[in-house]
């Protein structure tokens, strides 16, 4: 069992930046991968960037490429992703979702065993 908990949302302006942080928990919680997902008003979950356990492989969207950095700690069992240059389209609900199944995509949802609660992020144009 791991449970996730996000932290670092909020208001900011178009070209401005947020650290999401997520503080996993449970015994083997460094073994997992751990992705961000986002999800806007009327919208479908959207992967936003994954890490390996190690924190040797980093996968992001295309929109988030340049702009996110995702980095993982596990002495501390933290995972955060770093946001720049912020624009109103990424305004949604960021949720931080740990995958154990080794092999599965880190893109989809269905690959991901546990989920945060979620943290709201808007960004103002």
């Known amino acids: 069992q791991v449970q996730l908990v996000e932290s670092g949302g909020g208001l900011v302006q178009a070209g401005g930046s947020l650290r999401l942080s997520c503080a996993a928990s449970?015994?083997?919680?460094?073994?997992?991968?751990l992705g961000w997902f986002r999800r806007a008003p009327g919208k479908e979950h959207e992967f936003v960037a994954a890490i390996n356990w190690s924190g040797g492989t980093t996968y992001y969207v295309d929109s988030a490429k340049g702009r996110f950095t995702i980095s993982r700690d596990n002495a501390k069992n933290t995972v955060a992703l770093q946001m720049n240059s912020l624009k109103p389209e990424d305004t949604a609900v960021y949720y931080c979702?740990?995958?154990?199944?080794?092999?599965?995509?880190?893109?989809?949802?269905?690959?991901?065993?546990?989920w945060g609660q979620g943290t709201q992020v808007t960004v103002s144009s």
């Open positions: 449970g015994r083997t919680a460094s073994s997992y991968g």
């Open positions: 979702a740990a995958k154990g199944r080794i092999g599965a995509t880190f893109y989809n949802t269905g690959s991901y065993d546990y």
